[in-house]
């Protein structure tokens, strides 16, 4: 197992309303800012969790679907969001026509996924042409670091962040606030690779930095930045 449905009920605690600190502060505003303006018939958000995402972007959608495999996470979505359309399934295997959607979210779930290229291939079969795929992804020396991470000296200044095995796929345990979740390292060519292989163009990259948050935090974003922020389209 992957640790999920053990760790739902901290997952959601750790969320509350707003995110924790790393979505409210720097992938939140980063999506914000890429999506500012438009609209949307229909989103589908893969691996939706209690379907913060989902909520999120109810102004900008017409209407929303998450998927998530987890069951104790849908069951807070629905809690959460009684009009909201929440499926149980993996994003390996989508249960939705070809075409169905014209944007479609993997928001911090592809290293949750087991086999991220017959997801990948799915969430671009599901997406109609013109549209447009959002991924929002840890970064690959982040994954890389499990274990690992900062460096400090004697006095606990952090020195340097530490990563290994950069370019070997595998899974690590991954522990923190009562919740331990099984996640997957691959190196960025190996998601990019699986990206341009299912026909899709990309439209934005960002390494987005913290907005208003703590200074020193912002400075640790700055020597490692945790996350990447991409936008990829569906040739019309």
């Known amino acids: 197992m992957n640790g999920?449905?053990?760790?739902?009920?901290?997952?959601?605690?750790?969320?509350?309303d707003e995110g924790d600190p790393s979505r409210r502060f720097v992938t939140d505003p980063a999506v914000r800012m890429l999506l500012a303006g438009r609209r949307f018939s229909h989103m589908l958000d893969v691996g939706c969790g209690e379907g913060r995402f989902c909520r999120l972007m109810k102004p900008q959608c017409a209407r929303t679907t998450g998927i998530d495999p987890t069951v104790p996470l849908i069951?807070?979505?629905?809690r959460l969001d009684p009009d909201g359309d929440y499926v149980i399934a993996g994003g390996e295997a989508l249960p939705f026509a070809d075409a169905a959607f014209d944007l479609v979210a993997s928001y911090l779930s592809l290293g949750d996924i087991p086999d991220y290229r017959a997801a990948i291939s799915e969430m671009a079969r599901v997406l109609a042409p013109g549209g447009t795929l959002l991924v929002v992804n840890v970064t690959a020396f982040n994954s890389a670091g499990a274990g690992l991470r900062w460096e400090r000296d004697l006095l606990g200044r952090k020195t340097a962040y530490r990563f290994d095995r950069y370019m070997d796929e595998r899974a690590d345990w991954e522990d923190w606030k009562g919740i331990r979740i099984l996640n997957y390292h691959r190196p960025l060519s190996a998601y990019m690779q699986a990206f341009l292989s299912a026909g899709l163009t990309l439209r934005h990259f960002d390494e987005p930095l913290p907005q208003g948050a703590d200074p020193d935090w912002t400075l640790d974003f700055a020597r490692a930045p945790l996350f990447v922020v991409m936008a990829w389209q569906k040739p019309a």
């Open 4 to 16: 999920w449905t053990e760790s739902a009920e901290a997952w959601i605690a750790s969320q509350g």
């Open 75 to 78: 069951d807070a979505a629905r």
